[in-house]
C-alpha cells in the first residue's frame, strides 16, 4: 500500500468517527432524551453564537452546517439520516462556533443541552460515540480554521503572545494576521476603523471589536463562562485546574458532589503546555499535555463540574465554615471543603533587563504557539528537569539548534534517562552544563544572550532571540495572606509534615492529626505541585487529586 493509499485511509476512518451514522437502536435510546419534530428547508436549528446550544439527531432530510461571517459562510458538513449536529461546545454550554441550517426538510430529535449531558453520563455506548466525534470535530475546526475570532498582531508583541497562547490552550479556533506579513491586513483594519498603535486587536465573533483585551474580557466575550450563582453553598471548590484540580473535579462530580472549579489561564495548567508527556501510564507513545487536559476538563464538564476560566482566586477566608473563596471581580463563593491545586510557576532569571524581554524573547512555555516563533533559528532553554527536556526535543524540531543550558554538572541527576539519551544523541542540541544565562540583548526584543560556565568563567554571547526558561519552582499561594501553614519555600504542608506547633499556631480544632493530603485548617486540602514534598509528575498529581476526594467526603461527614 502506498503511503498515498494510506493517508487516504485514515482520514476516511477519522471522518467516520467524525461523522458516524447512529443504528436505529441508539436513536431510539437519544428518543427517550429528546422530542421528535419536523423541520423545514431554510430552517436556523442552532444559531452562530447560541448559548447552551441544542443537539439534533437527524431522523430524515439534511441539516447543513455552516461557519463564517453573514454572507461569506461556507458549508463545514452536511448531516443526514442518522446523523448528529454538535461538538465539544455543545457539551459545555458555550456559545455555539457553527451555524445549523436545514437544507432539506424532514424529521429530527431535539435534544436540551441538560438532557445531553444526562444521556452522556449514563450511556457508556453513546457518551463513547458522541464524545469521540465532538473531540474530534473541535480538533478538524481548529486544524482548518474554522473559528469565530480573528487576531490581528505581531510576533514582536508580548500581549499577541499572550492572546494567542489563551485561545490555543483553551482550545478555541482562530485565525491569526501578523502585521509584518499579511499584506491586506491594513483592508481588515481599516474596516473596524483601528489604527496600527491600537494592535493586537481581536475581533471576536466576527463583530465586536477588542482592543489588546485580558484574558478575562475574551473569554467573556467568547462566552467561555456561564453565569455563577454565587449564592449556593458548593460542596467544594477547586482552585486551579491542573491535572491535580481537574482530577478532583472529576471524581467529586461523578459522585454527586456539587462541585466550581476556578482557574487563571486554561484547563492543564503547566502541565497542558508540555509538547509531550511520554512516561504517563497509558500512552506509551505519549500524548501532549493539552490533549489529555483537554479530555480531563471534557469529563469534569461531562458529570456536571462548573468551571470558571480566566478567573483568579485573591482570597481565602478560612476562620470558620462555610470557608470563603473571593474572586478578583469581588464575587465571594462558599464551599464545605476546598481542594487548594493552585499549582507553581517557574522560577525568573535573576538578570536585571528580564521583564523587558518577557514575551519577547522569554517565555516560559515551550507549546506549538512559541515553537512558532523560532522556526529555523537558534534558541535557549535554561532548565534541568524534565519539562527542560521535552521542550529542548520538541523545539529541536523545527528550531535550526538547541542549547540547553544547566546549571548543574550532571544532567542524569535531575533529567528521566530516557530524555538525555535521546537528547545526546540529537545533532541539533547542545547540552552545555554547568552554564548560567548571564545577560540579555536587544532594542524592543531580544537579540543576544550571554551566558557563562560556572566552573571556568568562559563566557560566549549568541545571537539568539529565544530563550525558554524552565527553572525551579515557585508556589502560587500568595493569595492565602498566611491562612495555612506553609514550608520555607511557600508550599502548603499537608498530613504528617504539619508539626505539632504549626497546628498550635493554626488552632486546629479537631482531637485527631490532618488527614493526608489535608492543611492546617480541617477540610482545605492541597494536591500537585502546590503541596509541600509533592512529587513532580503528573501521574502522582492526578493521584494525589483523585485521592482528595475520598477525604473530602470524610471531612463533609463531620
Avoid at 428547508?41 to 447560541?50: A, D, K, S, W
Avoid at 482530577?247 to 509538547?275: K, M, W
Amino acid at each position: 500500500m502506498s503511503n498515498r493509499s494510506g493517508a487516504d485511509t485514515l482520514l476516511m476512518e477519522r471522518s467516520e468517527l467524525m461523522f458516524p451514522t447512529l443504528t436505529p437502536e441508539q436513536l431510539g435510546r437519544i428518543g427517550d432524551h429528546g422530542r421528535r419534530r419536523s423541520i423545514e428547508r431554510g430552517e436556523i436549528l442552532i444559531g452562530r453564537g447560541e448559548q447552551a446550544a441544542r443537539f439534533f439527531v437527524v431522523i430524515a432530510g439534511e441539516v447543513e452546517i455552516l461557519q463564517g461571517d453573514a454572507g461569506q459562510m461556507r458549508t463545514v458538513i452536511i448531516h443526514r439520516a442518522g446523523q448528529f449536529t454538535g461538538e465539544l461546545h455543545t457539551v459545555s454550554g458555550r456559545p455555539s462556533l457553527t451555524e445549523a441550517r436545514v437544507r432539506a426538510e424532514g424529521e429530527v430529535i431535539e435534544v436540551a443541552s441538560d438532557s445531553l449531558r444526562s444521556l452522556i453520563q449514563n450511556d457508556g455506548e453513546l457518551s463513547a460515540v458522541l464524545m469521540r466525534a465532538f473531540i474530534l470535530r473541535r480538533v478538524s475546526l481548529i486544524e482548518h480554521g474554522f473559528g469565530d475570532v480573528v487576531v490581528v498582531g505581531s510576533t514582536h508583541s508580548a500581549d499577541t503572545l499572550r492572546i494567542t497562547a489563551f485561545l490555543g490552550r483553551n482550545g478555541h479556533p482562530h485565525t491569526y494576521l501578523d502585521l509584518t506579513r499579511e499584506s491586506d491586513v491594513q483592508t481588515l483594519l481599516d474596516r473596524f476603523h483601528v489604527a496600527i498603535e491600537d494592535i493586537p486587536i481581536v475581533i471576536c465573533r466576527g463583530s465586536a471589536l477588542l482592543r489588546n483585551p485580558t484574558n478575562t474580557e475574551l473569554a467573556a466575550c467568547l462566552g467561555f463562562n456561564d453565569p455563577i450563582d454565587p449564592g449556593p453553598m458548593r460542596d467544594v471548590v477547586i482552585i486551579g485546574a491542573g491535572p491535580a484540580g481537574l482530577a478532583a473535579a472529576v471524581y467529586a462530580a461523578s459522585e454527586g458532589l456539587r462541585v466550581l472549579s476556578i482557574e487563571l489561564s486554561a484547563p492543564g495548567g503547566q502541565a497542558g503546555s508540555s509538547s509531550r508527556i511520554e512516561n504517563y501510564l497509558g500512552f506509551p507513545a505519549g500524548i501532549s499535555g493539552q490533549e489529555l487536559t483537554t479530555r480531563a476538563y471534557t469529563q469534569a464538564q461531562k458529570f456536571g463540574a462548573e468551571v470558571l476560566v480566566a478567573r483568579q482566586a485573591v482570597r481565602l477566608l478560612c476562620q470558620r465554615r462555610p470557608y470563603i473563596v473571593e474572586l478578583d471581580n469581588g464575587t465571594q463563593l462558599a464551599a464545605r471543603t476546598i481542594v487548594i491545586a493552585s499549582g507553581a510557576r517557574y522560577r525568573r532569571l535573576q538578570i536585571a533587563n528580564l521583564s523587558a524581554f518577557e514575551g519577547t524573547g522569554v517565555y516560559y512555555n515551550a507549546s506549538h504557539t512559541e515553537a512558532q516563533l523560532c522556526a529555523g533559528e537558534e534558541v535557549a532553554v535554561v532548565g534541568g528537569g524534565n519539562s527542560a527536556g521535552q521542550a529542548a526535543l520538541f523545539l529541536a524540531e523545527t528550531a535550526r539548534r538547541v542549547y540547553l543550558l544547566v546549571r548543574s554538572q550532571r544532567l542524569a541527576d535531575t533529567m528521566s534517562r530516557y530524555l538525555v539519551s535521546r537528547m545526546v544523541d540529537h545533532p541539533r542540541i547542545e547540552i552545555r552544563t554547568s552554564t548560567e544565562v548571564e545577560a540579555l540583548f536587544g532594542e524592543g526584543r531580544l537579540e543576544r544572550v550571554r551566558w557563562r560556565q560556572v566552573e571556568s568563567g568562559v563566557t560566549d554571547e549568541v545571537s539568539i532571540s529565544h530563550v525558554f526558561s524552565m527553572i525551579g519552582a515557585v508556589p502560587n499561594t500568595e493569595w492565602l495572606n498566611g491562612c495555612l501553614a506553609v514550608d520555607e519555600r511557600g508550599f502548603i504542608r499537608t498530613g504528617q509534615d504539619l508539626e505539632s506547633d504549626e497546628l498550635l499556631a493554626a488552632n486546629w480544632p479537631l482531637p485527631r492529626r490532618p488527614h493526608l493530603l489535608e492543611a492546617s485548617v480541617p477540610g482545605v486540602f492541597a494536591v500537585g505541585d502546590v503541596r509541600s514534598g509533592n512529587v513532580k509528575r503528573v501521574a502522582s498529581a492526578v493521584g494525589e487529586g483523585s485521592i482528595c476526594i475520598s477525604l473530602v467526603h470524610q471531612a463533609l461527614r463531620v
